[in-house]
């Protein structure tokens, strides 16, 4: 599997991320470090929106007419009409485990030439679908980091 060591990365944040993160105090999860800036469980939320528009376009990449154009999403719009503050810290990081789990499927599963079908990310820069892996799991360990301090 060409992919194996995005994967393996993404398997081992599908591991190690939900004891360690649910190992913090409630409280910190609602704190929000200045006007405008998300809590930690909006970045998780967050996330989740990530993996579930970055799903969709793993998918799209892979049977739709290339270079498949990329569309951004709002993502503090999505962020703020999902109430990700209302929700409990327990609901979010297993939300969260179920879209890596699928997305680590995909993963598995491409084939060696589907990671070099292109998309259009904007401004007429092409990259490939083995690009868009490693854009993803490089965000989600970014983002990870900032609910808690762990070299995933």
Same mark, same amino acid.
């Given at each position: 599997m060409?992919?194996?060591?995005?994967?393996?990365?993404?398997?081992?944040?599908y591991e190690n991320v939900p004891?360690? /993160?649910?190992?913090? !105090?409630?409280?910190?999860w609602t704190n929000k470090? $200045?006007?405008?800036? @998300?809590?930690?469980?909006?970045i998780m939320g967050h996330l989740i929106d990530s993996a579930i528009n970055n799903h969709r376009r793993?998918?799209? /990449?892979?049977?739709? !007419?290339?270079?498949?154009?990329?569309?951004?999403? $709002?993502q503090d719009? @999505?962020?703020r009409l999902h109430h990700y503050q209302e929700w409990t810290t327990e609901v979010l990081v297993r939300c969260w485990q179920s879209h890596q789990h699928q997305i680590i499927i995909l993963m598995e599963?491409?084939?060696a030439e589907s990671l070099y079908n292109l998309c259009d990310i904007g401004?007429?820069?092409?990259?490939?679908?083995?690009?868009?892996?490693?854009?993803?799991?490089?965000?989600?360990e970014h983002h990870l980091r900032q609910i808690v301090?762990?070299?995933?």
């Open positions: 060409m992919n194996a060591p995005l994967t393996s990365r993404l398997q081992q944040l004891p360690t /993160v649910l190992a913090l !105090p409630e409280s910190v470090p $200045a006007p405008g800036k @998300w809590s930690k469980k909006e793993f998918v799209r /990449v892979q049977i739709e !007419p290339q270079p498949l154009v990329i569309e951004k999403y $709002a719009d @999505w962020v599963v491409a084939s401004g007429g820069e092409l990259k490939t679908m083995q690009w868009l892996y490693q854009d993803y799991v490089d965000h989600q301090d762990y070299h995933f």
